[in-house]
């Protein structure tokens, strides 16, 4: 089983929608999580943070589910420049400081 | 403020060719990391150094890669030789201080290396 996992997708979605990733690791000492959206043939930049508590930003909001060892992103009222690679990424912890990626998720919003 | 510098931009190489990559963090970030991305795939770690010092490498392939950051600021990373495995895009990233919590990461736009 990978660390962590996500559904490649293509999600394909139009103007409007409302949509959602999941990922899950396999590190129960995991201790950070985040995540970062990727353009085509571009580097990654970080999308937001993921708090215990679940956290909000605009249209984004993101949730740890500690107990069943999963993050989500929820995306509203989706734009056609949401369209990218969304990667989900565990902190591995335990003393250990080794940042993991998921393979990304892959969102498109046609019109 | 400039942000993570690297270059070449693009290689393209025989195999069996050394290459190296050169990557200068944002000022004042003492926490750079290598990562490797596969098409398709997420960036993977290779190395990580604190300052001067490398840790976490444990997933540098050391029998031809090598990686060095003498003075804690700029770094190189180096294959030598090049395989055909070896074509994908190193990303190089730092962050303010990670064991001040600031770990966030900055990436640098990468270099695209094809292996011939």
């Known amino acids: 089983r990978k660390e962590v996992e996500q559904d490649p997708g293509p999600f394909n979605v139009p103007e409007g929608a409302t949509v959602a990733f999941n990922c899950t690791y396999s590190n129960s000492a995991s201790q950070s999580f985040f995540w970062y959206r990727q353009d085509c043939r571009k580097e990654p930049k970080l999308l937001m943070s993921v708090y215990s508590s679940g956290n909000e930003d605009g249209r984004f909001t993101a949730q740890l589910n500690r107990a069943s060892q999963y993050i989500s992103l929820l995306i509203r009222d989706s734009k056609l420049s949401d369209s990218a690679t969304y990667l989900c990424v565990v902190n591995r912890g335990g003393g250990s400081y080794i940042p993991t990626f998921g393979r990304g998720t892959s969102l498109i919003v046609h019109p | 403020e400039a942000g993570v510098v690297q270059s070449p931009r693009y290689k393209i190489i025989e195999k069996k060719q050394p290459v190296a990559f050169w990557c200068n963090p944002i000022?004042?970030?003492?926490?750079l990391y290598w990562y490797r991305q596969n098409l398709g795939q997420g960036p993977e770690l290779l190395i990580r150094?604190?300052?001067?010092?490398?840790?976490?490498d444990s997933q540098l392939p050391k029998d031809r890669f090598s990686a060095e950051r003498l003075k804690g600021v700029d770094s190189t990373l180096k294959i030598q030789p090049a395989e055909l495995g070896d074509s994908a895009v190193y990303l190089c990233?730092?962050?303010?201080?990670?064991?001040?919590?600031?770990?966030?990461?900055?990436f640098g736009p990468g270099t695209r290396l094809t292996v011939l």
């Open positions: 990233a730092s962050s303010l201080d990670l064991a001040q919590g600031y770990n966030e990461q900055f």
């Open positions: 000022s004042g970030h003492n926490t």
């Open positions: 150094y604190e300052n001067e010092e490398a840790v976490d």
